[in-house]
């Protein structure tokens, strides 16, 4: 199973993300990529994260999206 | 807001689509993204092709030319309705009404209640729900309801965020008195403080266009676009959706005495794919009996999409049965709105190409 590095790896090759600890505001991610990556983590653990969680504070470092993938029952 | 109308019902749904057909993957190099994100988010979104009008169609040809199909095919009589409602964001002119300028065009009668309705994503609920107010008056026999917008020639096609996903079409809508005793059940609900998450910030009076507001721009986002062009927020407006959405519907059902399993397809505007399948997700309904297809085909055409869902998804189950179905739109405004009825029996319902 892919990692969480890994997946950001494929969205975004050009950037380090645990360098960064606001990935919107570092220009690593938007709303778009954002989208892919909820996609792919949907995928990749066979969950669907709702709607109303797709929101950028949940996806704005490492640590909010191993946060939120924990609310789905998903252990980083 | 809660709304019932009785005794009335659709009896026909065209959709008028133009026959000129692009790809996302021809266009992503307009974009200023690299192919391999913009083919990623093809996937998730749904985007494959768009059906755009050529340079100079307006929103009055689409509606003519799907109105010339029905009198000419039999299916509608020009003197059997007396009124036109028209719901478009992309009019002819600011000013005559473009119902009236259809009118005119195809040589209606005098006695035709003409009125345009600037509205967008909720536009088919919308235009409905005038419909039915207006068959309150006996000289009222038919209403002939237009969608209809041409949103393409006022979208950047430098801006990934909404040219890949736009539209254009018209559908036409026959709304009449049902001889059974039906109930129809709607809802509706506005927030104006949010009508800058979907605009078109020049053109009208408040800024007008001007060389200066044809000028691309990069407002931060890699995309290009005027202030002449959309401008959506699409964080924000996905967001909306998601939360205002399923308890609205959840309302509709509830003042209606129904339960999510005694309806047969959820009819919702067909904004992309992942959207309205995180729409889904969230109500626990199955993605067969919600339609998701229309961006992939066709594009998102505001208003027009929800009866062209009903059109490409549902036409053979219409003519000859019936189906318990809720509409939801949602878009410009803020506006979000669902409705619950019984639809079928239709005298037509089918898909024809402008021109």
Known sequence: MKSLAEILKEIRPEFNFSTSTDFMADGMLDSFDMITLVATLDKTHGISIQGVDIVPEHFKNLQAIDALLRKYGIRP | ?355
């Open chain 2, 1 to 355: 807001m809660n709304f019932t109308f009785h005794r009335k019902h659709i009896s026909g749904i065209l959709a008028v689509i133009p026959a000129h057909e692009r790809s996302f993957v021809e266009e992503m190099k307009n974009f200023n993204f690299p192919e391999s994100r913009s083919l990623k988010l093809k996937e998730v979104m749904g985007y494959d092709k768009h059906r755009l009008v050529e340079p100079g169609v307006c929103v009055s040809d689409l509606a003519v030319c799907g109105l010339e199909h029905l009198f000419k095919n039999g299916l509608l009589r020009r003197e059997e309705f007396d009124a036109l409602i028209l719901v478009t964001q992309s009019p002819d002119h600011f000013m005559p009404p473009t119902s009236s300028i259809i009118q005119g065009r195809l040589n209606l009668k005098h006695d035709l209640f003409c009125l345009d309705i600037n509205q967008g994503c909720a536009g088919f609920l919308i235009g409905l729900m005038q419909a039915f107010l207006l068959l309150e008056q006996e000289s009222i026999r038919k209403v002939v309801l237009i969608n209809a917008d041409v949103l393409s020639r006022k979208t950047s096609p430098k801006d990934r965020n909404s040219y890949p996903l736009i539209g254009d079409a018209a559908s036409i809508t026959l709304v009449e008195r049902d001889a059974e005793d039906s109930v129809i059940h709607a809802n509706l609900k506005m927030d104006g403080t949010r009508h800058e998450v979907l605009m078109i910030p020049a053109g009208g009076l408040r800024l007008p266009s001007t060389p200066e507001t044809a000028l691309l721009e990069d407002v931060g986002d890699n995309n290009l676009r005027a202030k002449d062009h959309l401008r959506m927020d699409g964080s924000a407006v996905f967001n909306f959706v998601q939360v205002e959405v399923p308890p609205l519907i959840e309302d509709l059902l509830a003042s209606a005495g129904a339960s999510m399993d005694a309806v047969d397809y959820f009819i919702c505007h067909q904004a992309n794919r992942f959207m309205l399948q995180k729409l889904a997700d969230k109500m626990k309904v199955p993605y067969a009996k919600m339609p998701s297809n229309v961006v992939t085909h066709f594009g998102n055409s505001s208003g027009v999409t929800i009866p062209m869902a009903i059109t490409f998804n549902l036409a053979d189950r219409l003519r000859t049965g019936h189906a318990r179905v809720c509409l939801a739109g949602f878009g410009v405004g803020l506006t979000w709105s669902s409705m619950l009825m019984r639809l079928g029996g239709l005298s037509f319902c089918e898909m024809i190409d402008y021109p």
